[in-house]
């Protein structure tokens, strides 16, 4: 058995662009001629999981050591 399967198409849409500056945690998304944002301040007690502008995409924050210095943010898109 053989075949071939063919796609063709674009990426149409760019990513989030997410950023850190002063304990916060910027995020933007391009949509429909729009710019959306999210603002989350980092605190030791925050949600480590949260959604992104107009659920686009989640994001997870795994910190890597005890004083929370030194983290990982994932980011999925939906």
């Known amino acids: ?3 071939t399967i063919t796609f063709s198409g674009a990426i149409v849409e ?3 662009d997410t ?3 002063d304990q916060t945690i910027t995020t933007r998304c391009y949509r429909n001629g729009e710019t959306l944002t999210q603002r989350q ?3 030791r007690n925050m ?3 949260s959604r992104l502008p107009n659920q686009l995409a989640s ?3 795994e910190w890597l050591n005890p004083q929370r210095s030194l983290g ?3 980011v999925t898109y939906l």
């Open 72 to 74: 990982i943010l994932t």
């Open 1 to 3: 058995m053989g075949g």
């Open 47 to 49: 949600s480590l999981t």
């Open 59 to 61: 994001s997870n924050l």
């Open 19 to 21: 950023s850190f500056s």
């Open 41 to 43: 301040t980092l605190s």
């Open 14 to 16: 760019s990513p989030c």
